[in-house]
Nanobody
Framework: QVQLVESGGGLVQAGGSLRLSCAASSRAFSSYAVGWFRQAPGKEREFVAA????????RYTDSTKGRFTISRDNAKNTVYLQMNSLKPEDTAVYYC????????????????WGQGTQVTVSS
């Protein structure tokens, strides 16, 4: 069982930056791929970025490529999402999730989920 806790959300102006963290309770976390998803009000939960267990491979959705960076520190059981040049359309609840698969994009392939952290970008 892997428990995930997100932190780092908040209110920021357009063009600003935030860094989200996803901390895991289990050392097994280091063997899981981790993804970030987001869900805006009235919309489906969508994929944002993912990182392989080793950190050697990453994947991003087109709307965040070049602005967001996913990274991990397995010694700290933590994955990060650095978000720069934020836009109002990035406003959502952000979730991290863990999967025992190479680098999944589909949310159904993730086994463990955190509770989410709110990110609000004002114009």
């Amino acid at each position: 069982q892997v428990q995930l806790v997100e932190s780092g959300g908040g209110l920021v102006q357009a063009g600003g930056s935030l860094r989200l963290s996803c901390a895991a309770s289990s050392r097994a976390f280091s063997s899981y791929a981790v993804g970030w998803f987001r869900q805006a009000p009235g919309k489906e939960r969508e994929f944002v970025a993912a990182i392989a267990w080793s950190g050697s491979n990453t994947r991003y959705t087109d709307s965040t490529k070049g602005r967001f960076t996913i990274s991990r520190d397995n010694a700290k059981n933590t994955v990060y999402l650095q978000m720069n040049s934020l836009k109002p359309e990035d406003t959502a609840v952000y979730y991290c999730a863990a999967a025992n698969k190479p680098l999944p994009v589909a949310k159904d392939e993730y086994e463990y989920w955190g509770q989410g952290t709110q990110v609000t970008v004002s114009s």
